[in-house]
Nanobody
């Protein structure tokens, strides 16, 4: 099982930025897919962004133009740079990893991001 540990969350004012980090317990160079999800109070967990082993990235609509997912294979770390934050971005953010295309997601414990308006 892959272990993931998120960091970098906290409280930020609207319009501000945060960078989340997720350290993965195994080498990520050839890991099929890494991703960030979030879950706001009373809502289901939703996808934010993904990055594949090739470096190809995908974003959901609310993240496009504001968030950037990236990874550092040498550090086994995936990042989520979040800019122009609004109160609607307040949620617990989770890092995920899929070893292969038919693997289940492994999850981090989640980290709180709170945006004050």
């Amino acid at each position: 099982q892959v272990h993931l540990v998120e960091s970098g969350g906290g409280l930020v004012q609207a319009g501000g930025s945060l960078r989340l980090s997720c350290v993965v317990s195994t080498p990520i160079t050839n890991m099929y897919r890494l991703g960030w999800y979030r879950q706001a109070p009373g809502k289901q967990r939703e996808l934010v962004a993904t990055i594949f082993a090739t470096g190809v990235t995908n974003y959901v609509d609310f993240a496009k133009g504001r968030f950037v997912i990236s990874k550092d294979n040498a550090k086994n770390t995936v990042y989520l740079q979040m800019n122009s934050l609004t109160s609607e971005d307040t949620a617990v953010y989770y890092c995920s990893a899929m070893l292969g295309p038919f693997s289940a997601n492994d999850w981090g414990q989640g980290i709180q991001v709170t945006v004050s308006s």
